[in-house]
């Protein structure tokens, strides 16, 4: 059963009107629209520089942040990948979340605040993320190299991943998956009636934002729908996901899909809990981050 804080913040997001944004198709292009006349911001919050020596690089026009624990050495590297219906910016959830990693699990965290769509498609975000994955698995570094994504930007990570290892055979030591949105056609039949109870996301929304990501690509493309992509040989998955969330749909095929193609999966699904959970101030999420934080110090060791 959900704990009561889970189950309050439920009711404070329905009444707080979040599924508004994705309630239409209009909803979303309104929301482009404005980020286009004035764009949000992606700098980290100052108060991580209290705790983490912050940089700021370019890879092609994406900014990537560089995170790492101060006064000590990072014992792992993460390639964290952000949420937001390929539309929206890195938050203060992700900027809590990369603290975390740091301070916790002392790894150096690698953030690309990416082009967003409609400007960003799948054609041309997908390859400049697996180049940047391959790069830090190339550098070593310390420790082992774990790709985390959540919700949009896991379907970025899952593409990537796939990309680098059809490529080079390349592959972190684990990827990590948060409420991952890994198929953009929302054509599951059973995606109807899971929407009535998803506080935070709704079908037509979320169907715009994937065809704004698609572009000029078909909607199944695996580029643009890892779900269709090829799981032969991946690295490890763990895939948190919640049954109040319209999209765990996608995780539940992909773990069968992975499984199916031999790849090992640590399945993590909590009943009533909503979209994105492991990132929220709820005890579910704490647990969640402290199994995060586990698999990058099992990394660490390899």
């Known amino acids: 059963m959900p704990s009561l804080r889970s189950r309050a913040l439920s009711v404070a997001l329905i009444a707080a009107g979040r599924r508004r944004r994705f309630a239409s198709a209009e909803a979303v292009r309104s929301r482009v629209a404005q980020s286009a006349r004035r ?16 940089s700021r690089t370019f890879v092609g026009a994406w900014p990537v942040y560089d995170v790492s624990p101060r006064g000590t050495e990072p014992v792992a590297q993460v390639l964290y990948v952000h949420g937001g219906a390929y539309v929206g910016e890195l938050v ?5 979340m990369v ?7 002392r790894a150096r965290v690698v953030v690309p ?7 960003g498609t799948a054609d041309r975000t997908v390859p400049v993320a697996a180049d940047l994955l391959s790069g830090l698995i190339a550098s070593g570094g310390a420790g082992g190299t774990v790709l985390i994504g959540d919700s949009a930007g896991a379907g970025l990570a ?13 592959r972190p030591c684990r990827i990590v998956l948060i409420s991952p949105w890994l198929d953009v056609t929302m054509s599951h039949p059973d995606q109807a009636g899971i929407e009535a109870a998803d506080p935070v996301l ?15 690509l078909a909607a199944d493309d695996p580029r643009v729908s890892p779900l269709n992509g090829s799981f032969e040989g991946l ?5 948190f996901s919640g049954t109040r969330d319209v999209l765990s749909t996608d995780s539940r095929e992909l773990v069968r899909r992975a499984r199916a193609a031999g790849v090992e999966v640590e399945f993590h699904e909590e009943a009533g809990l909503p979209h994105g959970y492991p990132l929220l101030p709820l005890p579910e999420g ?17």
């Open 99 to 105: 603290r975390t990693l740091v301070t916790r699990a």
């Open 235 to 239: 690295a490890p998955l763990t895939v």
């Open 158 to 170: 899952l593409a990537a991943a796939q990309r680098l290892h059809e490529r080079t055979g390349a």
């Open 92 to 96: 203060r959830p992700h900027w809590a």
């Open 202 to 216: 709704a079908l037509p929304g979320l169907r715009e934002a994937g065809r704004l990501y698609a572009g000029t």
């Open 113 to 119: 605040a990416y082009i967003l769509a409609p400007r």
């Open 39 to 54: 764009p949000a911001s992606h700098l980290p919050p100052r108060r991580l520089g209290r705790v983490a020596e912050v």
């Open 286 to 302: 704490q647990a969640a981050r402290d199994r995060i934080v586990e698999l990058i110090r099992s990394a660490a060791e390899l």
